[in-house]
């Protein structure tokens, strides 16, 4: 929600933009890391959903760590101050170069995908005469009912390793010198809301966790991964029900003394401390339809075309007529799926009205693009204000 005083200041900067609201920001961060020191889990920031300066500054400022996808995103975590030690990297596809620099970097954890990755990080580990902490991130087969888009645990998604290569993968750490084995880990999606998934999720860890330490192996982390959903429907409940989700783990989770359980959230802890906020150009009235043509586009926040993702859409403009229309809320990009949403009901609007996109702060400013030759984006926080 904005105050006028937001509102006055909005009309008086060029368009678009995100905005920023940081004291929700910090809000939330509270709140999730009261609820995971209630039991003792680890939180890591999966960084991929934000890497804002001002964003990170917040989120390493409270003390959580790092989950990295890239090399790239390895080197923002270490800039930005977060330690070494609380930096875990994941991705089906690291480099070379992306693993040597991570070893450079003594990290606290690989989040191994395939075999194959296994073997050539034990071998550019021996060439450095290091030891590499792993963990295997197991595809569990576990259904996290979400878009198909954003689901990443099922066997048919190109995410961690099968159940039935875990005998080779047991192989693969008993011969690898240079590899210390530390736990296994797993995400299955994103935007997740039905949190029953996630009981059967720790049933599924529960089980490869016994099946690791039967053979011998002493399994120290329970990386369960993030996905938790935030209501893109209601962007003012805006604190995501983090109490509820750890108790999940908490109930269902069988955790050993020596046991740490870690988390990797992304969306649920900057989701909806962001707006998109554009100024409409144009309004079309057509006969079956009317477009508002907006500033921004999904070269500014490519959700919407890239998996069909709601977005509260609001005309944060005065109203001068009382008259609400349902129009197409279109971008300038020239693709036919940039579009916000259809048939949305607004207030009657009209050229250089302000458009508030709503719940922008995960996966938003992070994929910009340049497509169209479009400026660099521009951002704007609470603290500017
Ligand atoms: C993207 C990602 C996350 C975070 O997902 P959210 O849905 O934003 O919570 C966590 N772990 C890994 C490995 C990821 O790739």
Redesign the pocket.
Known sequence: MFSDKDIAHFSNLETPFYYYDLNLLKETLKACNNAANAYNFHVHY?M??NFNDKVLKEIKAIGFGA?C?SGGEVKKAIETGFTNGKVVF?GVGKSDKEINYALDQDIFCF?VESLQELQVINELAEKKQKIAKVAIRINPNVDAHTHANITTGLDENKFGINSWDMPACADILNISANLEFVGIHF?IG??ITNLDVYKNLCVRVNEFAAWFEDKGFKIKILNV????GIDYHHPNAQIPAFEAYFKIFADFLEVKPYQEVHF?????LVGQSSSLISRVLYVKNGKKKNFIVLDAGMTELMRPALYQAYHQIENISPSTTGVTVKYDVVGPICESTDCFGKEVALQETFRNDLIAIRSTG?YGEVMASKYNLRDAIVTVTSDDI
């Open positions: 999966a991929k959903a989950d996808v994941a989040n995400h994103s935007q991964g993030g996905g938790l990797e959230l992304g969306r649920a995960a």
